[in-house]
């Protein structure tokens, strides 16, 4: 069989050295399993039936759901008219693949949809990740492999599905050579979410709410993995406020992504994303909290006690605070309320007036002589 890009493989997936070779056994071994009476059967039929384009998937759901595979000759007999899958509508391809994509084996159905010769009419952008090393040499660095790993790993959502299964479509028009081993793969998020828009996007039929949400998934997947413990809170703040609606299946996506079987080195990423979620989450209901004093108060407070601008407004607000936190004045009261508190307590006694250079201080506090 022919496909798109040129080349002639089987359908286990590899290369033919001839039309008439057999097709070698895939990389599982298929599963038997009995059928229950009355229940519908996805069999080979004889190589010269075709097959409507629906019927070529519908083993993928037992793949994904059960991690069970069709015999290889209903396996060869689809590789052989693979291509009449692209007459299923954009809707019909995303309605018959998501659910498989969701389900406990989604790494099953992926390669079954290779072996099948059918990933290569659906996502050809992830068909050409296969066997695409991301270090010089090192085949178990294949972006395929790590394709699956990340899919398996995360959370059963179609948006997070589908974002595992496209976010390193980007690597292949982007690797660079730069040493012995050394590879890189400079602006793929960005190139992933173009080649998003320009095939996935148009053949596979998303919800519209889930287009942008998969794409922003694309384009920010490494975030997550940049975070360590030196950042400020308001590094912290930011990245949260950036990725908006898409955090929390964002962080799951990172976590997805966590691949590497480095001792220590996958835990240590793990946590390092949880401590970054427990950050964002801390810091988002400290501000969520409704201040104790009222806005304007400062402005208020010099009004009323004659007093210049200056850190000694901040003093008399934070000690103020502090006698809310304490439970000894009520806090969220009117700006009159705390004005007399200042008064009748006497906060301002023995305050040091400093007001800000070039500023005369309405009580009579001479500027300070440089």
Known sequence: MQNPRGFSRDAAGGPANSATDPPREPWYAPR??????GEATVSAAPASILLEPGEMLAPLLRAGTCGEIPDLALTAQIAAQAERVTALSPAEVYTLLTPALCGHHPEVALQWLRDAGLLVH????????????????????????????????????????????LHDIGKVPTRRFVGPGKVTFHGHAEEGVRMFRRGPRRRIGFPPEMVERVELLILYHLRGGQYDSSWTDAAVRRFGS????????LLNLSRADVTSKRPGKRQRCLCLIS?????????????????????GLGNLLMTALGLPPGKHIG????????????????????????IEVVRS????????VVPPRGIVAAAGVEEPQS
Do not use: N
């Open 32 to 37: 038997p399993r009995p059928t229950a009476a």
């Open 122 to 165: 659906l996502m050809p952008e992830v068909d050409a990740t296969v066997a695409f090393s991301q270090e010089g040499g090192r085949r178990h660095k294949d972006v395929w492999e790590h394709t699956k790993a990340v899919v398996r790993q995360a959370v059963p959502r179609p948006a997070v599905r589908w974002a595992a299964v």
């Open 242 to 249: 950036e990725m908006g609606p898409v955090l929390t299946d």
């Open 275 to 295: 401590e970054l979620s427990r950050r964002i989450q801390t810091l988002a209901a400290e501000d969520a909290r409704v201040p104790p004093l009222p806005p």
């Open 315 to 338: 003093l008399l607000r934070g000690q103020l605070e502090a006698l809310c936190e304490a439970g000894e004045i009520d806090a969220r009261q009117p700006a009159d309320y705390y």
């Open 345 to 352: 307590r006497g906060l301002a006694d023995g305050l040091q």
